[in-house]
């Protein structure tokens, strides 16, 4: 099956065949934070994610949409490496962060700082609030000084809306938040040891709808502080919170470009098909 890609103006996202001269036009776009080109990724000998190339903004928050099983969330966890703790998994082709590859001898742990990585389900640490916090600060060695550590509990915990319902409870057990707070608070986690990239995975998919409205407009808040890539299956949230969308099917990027594009006028039928409901 011969994978298809669309191209689409490079001041905002880009997806693009592999030649040397389209190449050398993308790196020099300063809007781009993080681009894979050519990835393939293996679940021992099934080819999970194709021959596919995109580019994530600084400045836009980038939906990947398509039906279950079509590799959305194995292309994601690969700006991060997180696949690397699947034994079987294996990943071919180029990603780099702001022109390094992340691919091979970049370290792990500071890649994982760089690039910061919000899971499905609410996942706070079993301690208190303030310590799930600072575990990635301590981690890393980012603050030691008591003051230093509090600037940042509370700085994180405003940017996510947190810092009202829980500053006078810090030392309270995390699983006592709701569901709503604790993915919040995984936000601020994930945020507290300053990130350039945030990529989240269905990030709203556990939540009731009040809780999904907080997170999103969350999202807003930090879109152009942080680039940002998100996987749903909800189109109406891609359509909501994202600036560019990229659809995947079988493995196969098929579309990308402005959310606005993909919903109104999608280029290919197969994305028409997948925006109104006909498979998926």
Same mark, same amino acid.
């Given at each position: 099956?011969?994978?298809q ?15 040397e ?6 790196e020099?776009?300063t809007s781009?934070?993080?681009?894979a ?21 600084r ?6 949409i ?8 194995t !292309? ?5 490496r997180?696949? /690397?703790? =699947?034994?079987?998994? $294996? %990943? #071919?082709?180029?990603i780099?962060?702001?022109?390094e590859?992340?691919?091979?001898d970049?370290d792990?742990?500071?890649l ?9 389900k609410?996942?706070?640490f ?13 981690l ?39 569901g ?8 601020a986690?994930?945020?507290a ?5 945030? !990529? ?7 939540? /009731?709808? =009040?809780a999904?409205? $907080? %997170? #999103? ?13 998100i ?11 994202s600036?560019?969308?990229a659809?995947?099917h079988l493995?196969?990027l ?11 006028n ?15």
């Amino acid at each position: 099956m011969v994978n298809q890609i669309m191209a689409f103006p490079r001041s905002t996202f880009s997806v693009t065949s592999l030649t040397e001269a389209r190449d050398t036009e993308i790196e020099s776009d300063t809007s781009i934070k993080m681009s894979a080109r050519d990835v393939d990724v293996y679940y021992g000998e099934v080819c999970a994610v194709q021959k596919v190339s995109l580019d994530i903004s600084r400045e836009n928050v980038t939906a990947l949409i398509g039906p279950s099983g079509c590799g959305k969330s194995t !292309l994601l966890r690969c700006f991060n490496r997180m696949n /690397d703790d =699947i034994t079987e998994c $294996r %990943v #071919e082709g180029s990603i780099t962060l702001d022109g390094e590859s992340i691919l091979g001898d970049m370290d792990v742990v500071e890649l994982r700082a760089r690039v910061g990585m919000v899971f499905q389900k609410p996942n706070p640490f079993p301690m208190s609030i303030e310590d799930n916090v600072l575990y990635g600060v301590r981690l890393h060695g980012l603050a030691r000084r008591r003051a230093e550590l509090d600037a940042i509990v509370e700085k994180s915990l405003r940017s996510t809306g947190l810092w009202e319902e829980v500053a006078d409870r810090l030392d309270s057990p995390a699983n006592r938040l709701s569901g709503g707070q604790q993915q919040r608070l995984c936000i601020a986690r994930a945020l507290a040891i300053e990130p350039e990239v945030i !990529l989240m995975d269905e990030p709203c998919s556990a939540l /009731d709808p =009040i809780a999904t409205a $907080r %997170v #999103e407009d969350l999202i807003g808040e930090l879109r152009g502080r942080y680039a940002i890539a998100i996987v749903t299956h909800n189109l109406q949230q891609a359509a909501r919170v994202s600036q560019q969308t990229a659809f995947l099917h079988l493995g196969h990027l098929i579309e990308a470009g402005p959310t606005s594009e993909i919903f109104t006028n999608p280029k290919e039928q197969r994305t028409s098909d997948y925006i109104t409901g006909r498979f998926g």
